[in-house]
């Protein structure tokens, strides 16, 4: 079974640019979450859909950042217009039910000049 | 204060001792607490899982929980080089599905 993926691994961009990160769930898990890590930083959490509700958005930091999940599947984050704070590790994690093991995806590394 | 502390290390630890990794967290309502391991540019990997005060062993890992001094701490026997990672302490307040990350301790294991 394949695990969380997303993408892209990598993405450079300049300030004011904008930039759409991808998670793919593991199939069937209705839970997704989406955290990152700041450089030096631990890893925050920044929301977490119920198929395709937000559950808990308490963690966006601000406006710039739009988190979809259309149809319960996989689901986006963007960010517009990107800031140079916004560089880190964007990782996305999947549970079967909420009190379930979060399983995580590799990160999308983005950096932002 | 934050929210989960860990010392950020690195733990040096000779192949085949015990490491002893330690967490505290500021939230008396925790619930559930949670150990990942990270390898370099790699995703967090879930090693154990506690809820209860006590211990909690699975193979080489033991998981320790004391709720009334808010500690939890992860013991790794028999330390392989294959062991070498950052450890994650993440805890989980009731009502809330979110994992609070500590900032992760840097274990090193050497030949």
Request: aromatic share 12%; proline share 4%.
């Amino acid at each position: 079974e394949a695990g969380v993926t997303q993408f892209p691994s990598h993405s450079v961009i300049e300030k004011g640019q904008t930039v759409t990160l991808r998670c793919d769930p593991i199939s069937g898990h209705d839970n997704l979450y989406w955290y990152r890590r700041v450089m030096g930083k631990e890893i925050k959490f920044l929301l977490h859909f119920v198929k395709e509700s937000k559950q808990d958005e308490s963690g966006m930091p601000n406006n710039r950042f739009l988190a979809e999940r259309t149809g319960g599947t996989y689901s986006t984050l963007k960010v517009q217009p990107a800031e140079l704070e916004d560089s880190g590790v964007y990782f996305c994690a999947s549970s079967q039910d909420q009190t379930k093991t979060q399983y995580f995806g590799p990160g999308t590394r983005l950096l932002v000049l | 204060q934050k929210e989960v502390e860990q010392n950020s290390g690195p733990l040096s630890v000779p192949e085949g001792a015990i490491a002893s990794l330690n967490c505290t967290y500021s939230d008396r309502g925790s619930q559930s607490f949670f150990w990942y391991r990270q390898y370099s540019g790699k995703s967090p990997e879930l090693i154990m899982f506690i809820y209860s005060n006590g211990d909690k062993e699975d193979g080489r890992f033991t998981a320790q929980l004391n709720k009334a001094s808010q500690y939890v701490s992860l013991l790794i026997r028999d330390s392989q080089p294959s062991d070498s990672a950052t450890y994650l302490c993440a805890v989980k307040s009731g009502g809330y599905n979110k994992l609070i990350f500590g900032a992760g301790t840097r274990l090193a294991v050497h030949p």
